[in-house]
Antibody, heavy 116, light 112 residues
Framework: EVQLLESGGGLVQPGGSLRLSCAAS????????MTWVRQAPGKGLEWVSS????????YYADAVKGRFAISRDNSKNTLYLQMNSLRAEDTALYYC?????????WGQGTLVTVSS | DVVMTQSPLSLPVTLGQPASISCSSS???????????LNWFQQRPGQSPRRLIY???NRDSGVPDRFSGSGSGTDFTLKINRVEAEDVGVYYC?????????FGQGTKLEIK
């Protein structure tokens, strides 16, 4: 069974940093692109970033480009999202998802709250 | 960016009746490989999104056959042929053809 388990969320002040993790199991992690999608409270889904299986190519939404960095450790079956210079508008539930053109499996999400 | 526009945004449906959600894109979703990367997701209250349909009309494993997807180019439809109570939630279309990936605003299905 495919499982994605996010962690690392929490309360952070504006301008602060957080690193999210997503532990994957039940599939060959190193063979699949992975993605982060976020959902602000009461709002819709927003694509944040994707990374190809090798990690050598990454993609970002304009809203996070230059502040967030996606990466992966295929030896640990883990996806990461390093978030710097956080803003109030980054407050959201962050999901990791398996896939590149489509997201066949999602984690339960980890909540990031940016507030002073 | 490709804008995904869903309608309606609110969909009250009587149990056992059909429902239909439209999704239109501001650009064609046909990729250079010939595939059309249009997906549908369901998000039940308090749950993570779940993919229902990929590449316009391919139903995911475990998705009831009352769900179907159709369309081409820029216009797509998700149909539920007999709504059940467990179908309550928000439905999103999403395109995986162009960067950045974009979602529709969501359609909230409720039981009348």
């Amino acid at each position: 069974e495919v499982q994605l388990l996010e962690s690392g969320g929490g309360l952070v002040q504006p301008g602060g940093s957080l690193r999210l993790s997503c532990a994957a199991s039940g599939f060959t992690f190193s063979s699949y692109a992975m993605t982060w999608v976020r959902q602000a409270p009461g709002k819709g889904l927003e694509w944040v970033s994707s990374v190809i299986p090798s990690g050598s190519a990454t993609y970002y939404a304009d809203a996070v480009k230059g502040r967030f960095a996606i990466s992966r450790d295929n030896s640990k079956n883990t996806l990461y999202l390093q978030m710097n210079s956080l803003r109030a508008e980054d407050t959201a539930l962050y999901y990791c998802a398996k896939g590149f053109t489509s997201y066949e499996c999602w984690g339960q999400g980890t909540l990031v709250t940016v507030s002073s | 960016d490709v804008v995904m526009t869903q309608s309606p945004l609110s969909l009250p449906v009587t149990l056992g009746q059909p429902a239909s959600i439209s999704c239109s894109s501001s650009q064609s979703l046909v990729y250079s490989d010939g595939n059309t990367y249009l997906n549908w997701f369901q998000q039940r209250p308090g749950q993570s999104p779940r993919r229902l349909i990929y590449r316009v009309s391919n139903r995911d494993s475990g998705v009831p056959d009352r769900f179907s997807g159709s369309g081409s180019g820029t216009d797509f439809t998700l149909k539920i042929n007999r709504v059940e109570a467990e179908d309550v939630g928000v439905y999103y279309c999403m395109q995986g053809t162009h960067w950045p990936r974009t979602f529709g605003q969501g359609t909230k299905l409720e039981i009348k």
